[in-house]
């Protein structure tokens, strides 16, 4: 077994604390990256407190992973020791169901989608750790190329909040003559405002605070709706082609379907506590559509860690110390960071 030191909860009032435990020996087909950078996504929080359903303690979050390649098993192909490598939300799939042969590994039919943490091993026995550690073990086809152009404290994000609104701007093909509102300016906010303004679409950002207006020009985005302000939003009443939804607090779905062109879709990529409420007739009345997006599969990652290689693109992030990491949980909790915290895993 392979000594690892992490930052861990027991409970969903614990606080993150430092953890020692073991990660598995390298199979054939396994690698072992040496955790450099772990980006904190809110959904760690969600996890950590139990929040989604009964968790798995003790618990390890991050899915926002980036290190080097230590250690490669015997029939590994694709990667060498000393590469930039990442890890995203799940370590494994069946990899042999229609679903995860066609790249959408997230959906295995099987059910046996693994998560990179709070969640069980193919075996249905063994937890599984996260990033917030030194040390991860991962088949190697779960686990991505990381280009050396970047900074990497700012790739960490785009393993979860990048691919998670990259994947719905490519299969609705937005771009260059679409009208795309960004609903809330945070994490996932601030990638899909980047990646929408590189596909070469008009960006706006919808939002309830008026002071995040420069940041949103700052990123990109050709104009800005404080969504609090009755006469700004009438003015946008039948404008967007597409609404990519990242707020994940209850919020009045009527209001951004009335915000919808004809045949206009409202992407939802935030997961509000409470059920979606919304008046049907909003839908008949234009062809409107209401979606959701998870994440996305793992060549979809790679290729939008190509992507951003390509055009500079990364997360505006704040580096932390470990020690840090239960002050920006309250901070994330009030939208007090631009845009994501990452942990320099050198101070664990």
Known sequence: MIATKGYAVHNKADKLAPWNFERRELGPKDVLIDILFSGVCHSDIHQVRSEWGPA????????????????????????????????????????????????????????????????????????????????????????????????????????????????????????KGHKVAVLGLGGLGHMAVKFAVSFGAEVTVLSTSPSKKEDAKKLGAHKFVVTKDAEEVKNYKGYFDFIIDTVSAPHDYDMYLNMLNINGVQICVGIPPEPIKLTGFLLLGGNKTITGSSIGGIDETQEMLDYCAEHNIVSDVEVININYVNEAYERVLNSDVKYRFVIDVSTI
């Not at 926002?64 to 990442?86: H, M, P, Q, T, Y």
């Not at 229609?98 to 026995?125: I, S």
């Not at 040390?135 to 190329?145: A, N, Q, R, S």
Request: glycine share 14%; hydrophobic share 30%; charged share 20%.
């Open 56 to 175: 798995i303690y003790p618990m390890v979050p991050g899915h926002e992973i980036v290190g080097r390649i230590a250690e490669i098993g015997s029939e590994v192909a694709n990667f060498k020791i000393g590469d930039l490598a990442g890890i995203g939300c799940m370590v494994d799939s069946c990899k042999e169901c229609p679903t995860c042969k066609g790249g959408q590994e997230q959906f295995c039919e099987r059910g046996e989608t693994v998560m990179t943490y709070n969640g069980l091993e193919r075996d249905k026995k063994t937890p599984t750790y996260g990033g917030y550690a030194t040390k991860i073990v991962c088949t190697e086809e779960f686990v991505v190329h990381v280009s050396e152009k970047l900074p990497i404290e700012g790739v960490a994000p785009l393993l979860c909040a990048g691919i998670t609104t990259y994947s719905p701007l490519k299969r609705w093909g937005i771009g």
